[in-house]
């Protein structure tokens, strides 16, 4: 490799793994350190399981992914940097706007205005996330993918760790005493301040992407960008119309159901009002999504359809749709009340779940990334995929041992006070070795197995549809992470804490065993040959 190769292969690895950063900051800022700010603003479990579904964009970002792929910017912009550069740059300084909007609110004076600012960041986060997915696949060849994919999630791990555990050092009661910490409202004007350094970041120092190939003679028209808007307000207002129906009559339907079982059960009151309204929820999901596709069919929302045509050709992606759900199911449930679990189940401070779980953590979640990275060179897909979600699985009985054991069984340790300018402790901080140690375990694992999952969600994709195969991908993996969200608050309550991650051990064992049935399929996805040569459909547009 010549040097100039080489200094390019770098140039694209550094840009996926500032990316990957750029794209975890906000997460975090509408899951664990919400949940945090929730938590200690004294809002009950119950309501903080319920507010996980602000994530909810998360889940649906395809709808609107075909747009990404679709339109460009203006036309200043877009000959300057892109189409893919062009919607970074506007969803990254949008994503400051909403950060710095969300830090003027107040969980406990007004939790509905609280919640739609949460919802707003995450709808922009979700779509900063279809554009560096799709970016990221454009850029790298099949031979970086692996290694782009462990820097990336790197560069993700990172950002949670200072959104989502340096944060909890921060605004941990005793630092603001001593007059070293910062509130919430400060935390998040700072972590808006970063998303717009992303901005200027992405509009002047990423490399710039190929242009697109010319589409085959047998592409599916390009449809036109009226009909395709048009497409896509129908599938909006058929999202809506499903929301209202939910909202007006899910609840009542779902009572008429469960009512009688729950009326003769042990459950208080409040618990089984909670499970009538994830039941309502669950039926309107199953009504919402089957109107949405029928409504975007009948609207010809083209690049849409299109693009899920292109996906859907290709052997096995049914079934490879339902391993992306359940390959991080497992990891889901667990890490969905996670930090709730430490802080009030577990009475640790919040200085301490941010020094364990997320700065002691950082060298094992970064070891655990490279590691999935360079170790994919050697197993391949299909067994990177195997072993990696064997440990992922392992890990969570790590927090069932937590939960049953409590704390001091192993011996910890204590931190000095430090201050390093951009986090400080102001007094000696005792960490538990319990705790240190199933988080350990648990950000190894995880690094490695959303390396190896990343990879694979890559492979899928054909580059004139990246945008929204990557979107539908991904947003099938959200699955687990955001639905789950209400039924691990309610069933936490219901069943306790141990039972509760026995649970989440046992949702990890399909995807496995679904890997097993798949392996001829996932390992075809190794082969380097082009598309048509491996019989795979070429793209079209």
Known sequence: MGLTSLLQRLHRLAAVALLGFASGLPLALTGQAMQAWLTLDGIDLATIG??????????????????????????????????????????????????????????????????????????????????????????????????????GVMGYRLAMILSGGIALIWTD?????????????EVYRFMALLMAGAAVVSALLLPSLAPLPPAPPTATPTASAGRDLRGFAAVLLAVAAGWWLTDRFGTDIARALVG??????????????????????LLGIGFTLPLAAWTARRAGFTTLLSGLESYFSQKGAAAFLLFIVLYKLGDAFAGSLMTAFLLKSMAYTSAEVGVVNKVLGLWMTIGGALLGGALMLKLGLWRSLMVFGVLQLLSNLGFWWLAVSGKGVLPGLVLPAFDWGFVALATPTPVDGGLLLAVAFENISGGMGTAAFVAFLMSLCNQRFTATQYALLSAFASVGRVWVGPLAGVLAESIGWPLFFIISTVLAAPALLMLQWLRREVDALDDPRPDQERGRPAPGL
């Open 50 to 151: 319920f507010l996980s579904l602000v994530g909810l964009p998360y889940t649906f970002k395809f709808l609107w992914a075909p747009l990404m792929d679709r339109f460009e910017l203006p036309a200043a912009v877009a000959r300057r940097w892109g189409r893919r550069r062009g919607w970074l740059v506007a969803t990254q300084l949008l994503l400051a706007l909403a950060l710095w909007a969300l830090a003027g609110s107040s969980p406990s004076e007004g939790i509905r205005a609280f919640a739609v600012l949460a919802v707003a960041v995450a709808f922009l986060s979700a779509s900063q996330d279809v554009v560096v997915d799709a970016y990221r696949t454009d850029l790298l060849p099949a031979a970086e993918r692996g290694m782009g994919a462990s820097l």
């Open 173 to 185: 009661p005793g630092q603001v005493a001593a007059g070293q910490g910062w509130t919430w409202p």
């Open 260 to 281: 009688p079982l729950l009326e003769g059960s042990s459950l208080p009151a409040p618990l089984q009002r909670r499970w009538i309204n994830l039941v309502a929820l």
